[in-house]
């Protein structure tokens, strides 16, 4: 079974702070790990992703991700706000193995706004 | 490329009324999906298609029917819809051994 949490259902940060969001998950076997952007009424755009290569992971618009085995973490993370960041933010796991019916699913968070102020 | 196409766009339907949303994808895509999205909710798995041919149960299938036509095209059934089906719903697409869901723009129903 698999599982995430956002911490925060809504976030929000002056223009040109640092961003932070956290996600954490559980898995019972090794996982792939995704962040999505939702900008309003329009469907989700991948972020970035994590398949067990490199641990900081770098995305779009300037946005990275550490994952974190110790933590079971994968926190979303950029250096500067910018008003275009405004969005619904989500974090999603998967496993990364074959066998169960949970393969090839993605199990998404509850999602967290982000907001920022000028 | 036109990737993920989801009709209608809008659709408001009474109790008891049937429709269906359409899905297709243009990037050869072997696996499709539908969510619905509700506040606060995240998005949750109503269907998936592994591959032409298959479908599956997800996380809240009751009430809804899937039909994979071919490998482009996953469609979603209301049979009879209910208020509590009002939401968001989502179509995407995936292809092995690839690992990323690429989505549509969403069909946003209302059930009176």
């Known amino acids: 079974a698999q599982s995430v949490t956002q911490l925060g259902s809504h976030v929000s940060v002056s223009e040109g702070a640092l961003v932070l969001l956290r996600c954490n998950y559980s898995?019972?076997?090794?996982?792939?790990l995704f962040w999505y952007v939702q900008y309003p009424n329009q469907g989700l755009q991948l972020l970035l992703k994590?398949?067990?290569?490199?641990?900081l992971v770098k995305g779009i618009n300037g946005f990275e991700a550490e994952f974190k085995k110790s933590e079971t973490s994968f926190h979303l993370t950029k250096p500067s706000a910018h008003m275009s960041d405004a969005a619904e933010y989500f974090c999603?796991?998967?496993?990364?193995?074959?066998?169960?019916?949970?393969?090839?699913?993605?199990?998404f968070g509850q999602g967290t706004i982000l907001t920022v102020h000028p | 490329n036109a990737g993920v196409t989801q009709t209608p766009k809008f659709q408001v339907l009474k109790t008891g009324q049937s429709m269906t949303l359409q899905c297709a994808q243009d990037?050869?895509?072997?696996?499709m999906y539908w969510y619905r999205q509700d506040p606060g909710m995240g998005l949750r798995l109503i269907y998936y298609?592994?591959?032409?041919?298959?479908?599956d149960k997800g996380e809240v299938p009751n009430g809804y029917n899937v039909s994979r036509l071919n490998k482009r095209e996953f469609s979603l059934r209301l049979e009879s819809a209910a208020p509590s089906q009002t939401s968001v719903y989502f179509c995407?697409?995936?292809?092995?051994?690839?690992?990323?869901?690429?989505f549509g723009p969403g069909t946003r129903l209302t059930v009176t």
């Open positions: 898995s019972s076997v090794p996982p792939y």
């Open positions: 994590y398949t067990s290569a490199a641990t």
């Open positions: 999603a796991v998967r496993p990364s193995k074959a066998g169960g019916t949970s393969y090839g699913k993605l199990t």
């Open positions: 298609s592994a591959s032409e041919g298959t479908t």
């Open positions: 995407a697409s995936s292809v092995y051994p690839s690992y990323e869901q690429y």
């Open positions: 990037m050869n895509h072997n696996s």
